[in-house]
């Protein structure tokens, strides 16, 4: 799998894939603007990429951490479980998960787009019309 380092991602690779959700989704209050009128963080526009270039496919927890964060598990696992660090960066991205939810989703509490692969990390669903 060739995932998108998203750090070094092209800005303009991330607003065509908002907007690219955005009319798929056929949502007026998704991506770049929120129901509630807010934009996404930085953060939140990250994991979005990172989703939407690999759509219809999981990507792992620590796929994400890696490319959202910079946490390297490999480099800084001992460290990092030592400090219970690990923990904390999970929670940042099940925070950040469900506040991009609330932004993308109709429902956020019945996801259809932005989908938990239990026990392996997160998938954007590809968009299908309907009929």
Partial sequence: MNLVNIRQADPELIE?????LAQALN????AVSAR???SMTSTERRLFTQLY???GRAVSTEQL????WGYDSEKMRHKVDRLGLRTLFL???AATVRN???????SPDRP???LNVSGYGYMLARYQKVA
């Fill in 16 to 20: 065509q894939s908002e907007t690219a």
């Fill in 27 to 30: 949502a007026r209050r998704a």
């Fill in 36 to 38: 509630d009128g807010s």
């Fill in 53 to 55: 270039c690999q759509r």
């Fill in 65 to 68: 951490l890696l490319d959202i």
């Fill in 91 to 93: 929670a940042q991205l």
């Fill in 100 to 106: 991009l939810r609330t932004k993308i989703e109709e």
């Fill in 112 to 114: 259809r787009y932005l």
